[in-house]
């Protein structure tokens, strides 16, 4: 099911894809879709700091508007299993992100 939050498509499907053992669904709930550094930051343990180098070497997806960053709760799952598919031989694919502006 895709909820619209104003411009914004939320696929809900690829969403449960990115998190195949449902680990992590249910704890970002709370959470808005674009999440700050800060949002991520608390969700990991980690600083904002952190999230923010991850974001710049590409090791996390996001996008950065002006000097703010922002990452899509895909983003966030891909990054968050990412250890795991490279383990396994690739052979969970990581979600895609569409960008639709």
């Not at 990115?18 to 674009?34: I, Q, R």
Request: hydrophobic share 35%; charged share 30%.
């Amino acid at each position: 099911m895709e909820v619209q939050t104003g411009e914004l498509e939320i696929d809900e499907a690829r969403l449960r894809e990115a998190d195949p053992d449902g680990l992590y669904l249910f704890m970002l709930e709370e959470y808005p879709y674009m999440m700050t550094p800060d949002h991520v930051a608390a969700f990991t343990g980690t600083t904002s700091q952190e999230i923010r180098k991850l974001l710049c070497r590409g090791d996390m997806q996001g996008c950065r508007i002006g000097i703010r960053w922002f990452i899509p709760k895909l983003g966030l799952l891909n990054y968050l299993y990412k250890d795991r598919r490279e383990k396994e031989g690739g052979t969970h694919e990581e979600a895609p992100m569409r960008q639709t502006l």
